[in-house]
């Protein structure tokens, strides 16, 4: 199985978005990509004043990823804002090769985040889905750093996607970088791969402090397995197979320039 990581830039104008994920789809259909993962909020951007994001202003764009989806035989895990009656979820969908789209939301929101996003709401909050016989649990950025099994048991998945909006200021094996510790905690506690997406970095924001790539692969017992590049829009592509105790690992990894 091919799980294709896209370290893109992230940008607040949401028609750049969406033309660039759907080149990026297409790249991924051309390398055998089955399963596709995008940025924490990719689709309008990671912003605390988004604009046009209502389901009116996607619902159309949600169907033609849906349509490629399908044509390429791909499951699209595509993050983004919503807006509903004047309140902002950070959230996502996950579009099945077969064609379903099922909703997913971040609940483990930062202080700084609770000004503009609201929590969303558990009733609705998928966190397990599958590609063929692999499930797939999402935890979003900071959750990592939530009790284990906050979100989903060990039992009941067998990969770990982690979309992110984050800068890694310190090196992964420095013991001040908590996010690092929590997501070593993390995999090692449920014994399973965890895959990060980060964006590369913020295209149309004066911040210095926003996102700066290295979307990093953990294996089961929490050690770095590789990471994408500092500072670079790529497709990560990862080869995965899954061993005879169940436990998935990289067998080989793929940069491609996006």
Not at 52 to 74: F, K, P, Q, R
Not at 132 to 150: P, T, W
Not at 193 to 209: P, T, V
């Amino acid at each position: 199985m091919k799980v294709g990581i896209y370290q893109l830039r992230n940008h607040r104008n949401m028609g750049l978005n969406k033309a660039l994920i759907s080149e990026a789809l297409l790249l991924g259909a051309r390398h055998g990509v089955d399963v596709a993962v995008f940025p924490e909020c990719m689709l309008t951007g990671f912003s605390a004043k988004p604009e046009g994001c209502t389901w009116s202003d996607v619902e159309s764009y949600i169907e033609e990823v849906t349509a490629l989806a399908v044509e390429h035989n791909m499951s699209v895990m595509l993050p983004s804002i919503l807006e509903e009656q004047g309140r902002f979820f950070n959230m996502g969908w996950w579009i099945s090769s077969s064609g379903e789209c099922l909703e997913y939301g971040k609940r483990g929101l930062t202080q700084s985040e609770e000004r503009f996003f609201t929590q969303f709401p558990l009733a609705q909050n998928q966190r397990i889905f599958h590609h063929g016989a692999c499930r797939f649990g999402v935890v979003i950025c900071r959750e990592v750093a939530d009790e284990d099994g906050a979100y989903f048991s060990a039992q009941e998945t067998d990969i770990v996607l982690w979309p992110t909006y984050w800068r890694w200021d310190e090196r992964w094996h420095d013991a001040q970088a908590v996010l690092a510790r929590s997501a070593r905690r993390y995999s090692e506690q449920i014994s399973q791969l965890m895959i990060q997406c980060n964006y590369s970095h913020n295209e149309d924001d004066e911040r210095s402090s926003g996102p700066n790539g290295r979307s990093v692969v953990i294996d089961c017992f929490g050690e770095e397995v590789c990471c994408a590049p500092e500072d670079r829009s790529v497709l990560m592509v990862l080869c995965l197979e899954e061993g005879g105790d169940g436990v998935w690992s990289v067998v080989n990894e793929e940069m491609i320039d996006v």
